[in-house]
């Protein structure tokens, strides 16, 4: 079944009960990322409770619970006889920016930046999703890790990651908390050539909201890659999730012209054809 992409602006109307957030969570998120986007001014104030209860349809109690939830994060200030302020974070942008692409030099010196906690890591049966992707046969034994990557004490991604039992049993715990992936599985012989990846979005269970300090159910980036090495073998499986308000995607393009059409076009996708 195909999906549709659409691009569209902030829903701002609450849905029913039966939704999986509580409102006021879900008010909450929506004005966070207001704040954040710009929306609203540090010189004007926002709007009252009556008028956001009346534009999320929700109660004024509702909206008291998401505006405190902003005031103890510093995202607004409440001053009396003068109404709620909107305050950004010193205009900080996304502490992490990379190309997720097939950029492979880019991965590795994300990689080599960062800080990492190894959460899991074991040898398991894989999913039959993640043997048919890597072509191997059905419940293949392979390493599994999950690892949450950290910039300056703020974890940003949520990894797990499959690996062929052979390149998998070239290292140990150690040597993963310390080296780039990538790195080890070079080390091991298979030079990285390519990389196939998706993107789409998922929600936090509450095992990956309390590793990425986010509450569950928040939206989060999520990325499916394979990486193959120079003899087309894929030699990971890797799906990645992603806080959106510390991790920034970011891709060049460049205007190319077919014999139909005029397409935008990625340096990326040009360098790997």
């Known amino acids: 079944m195909k999906k549709l992409l659409v691009a569209g602006s902030t829903i701002a109307r609450v849905q029913s009960d039966d939704a999986l957030l509580p409102k006021h969570h879900r008010v909450y998120l929506v004005l966070r990322q207001e704040i954040e986007d ?31 939830r902003l005031a103890a994060e510093g995202l607004v200030e409440r001053q009396r006889g003068r109404g709620t302020f909107a305050r950004t974070r ?36 894989a999913p039959h999703h993640v043997c048919a992707a890597m072509d191997l046969p059905a419940k293949t034994t392979m390493q599994r890790a999950v690892r949450v990557r950290s910039l ?12 062929p039992e052979g390149i998998g049993r070239s290292f ?18 298979h030079p990285i050539a390519s990389a196939r990846q998706s993107i789409s979005a998922k929600l936090a269970t509450p095992e990956v909201a309390r590793l990425l300090r986010i509450e569950p159910g ?19 499986h890797i799906s990645g ?23 935008w076009t990625s340096r990326e996708s040009r360098a790997d054809q």
Not at 152 to 163: I, R
Not at 219 to 227: E, G
């Open 152 to 163: 300056d004490g703020v974890p940003f991604s949520h990894l797990t990651t499959w690996l």
């Open 90 to 125: 010193g205009g900080q942008p996304s502490p992490v920016t990379a190309s997720l692409s097939g950029n492979i030099e880019n991965l590795l010196a994300l990689g080599l930046q960062t800080d990492v906690n190894l959460v899991e890591f074991t040898y398991a049966v």
């Open 218 to 236: 928040e939206a989060l980036l999520a990325v499916r890659r394979i990486v193959y090495d120079k003899s087309g073998t894929a030699v990971e």
């Open 172 to 189: 140990g715990p150690e040597e993963m908390r310390q080296t780039a992936l990538l790195c080890l599985i070079e080390r091991a012989g």
């Open 241 to 263: 999730l992603y806080r959106p308000d510390t991790y920034e995607h970011e891709m060049e393009y460049t205007r190319s012209r077919t014999v139909d059409a005029e397409l």
């Open 38 to 68: 710009g929306v609203y001014s540090d010189t004007g104030p926002m709007q009252g409770d009556v008028a956001l209860a009346d534009r999320f349809d929700v109660s004024r109690i509702t909206i008291r619970k998401a505006m405190d």
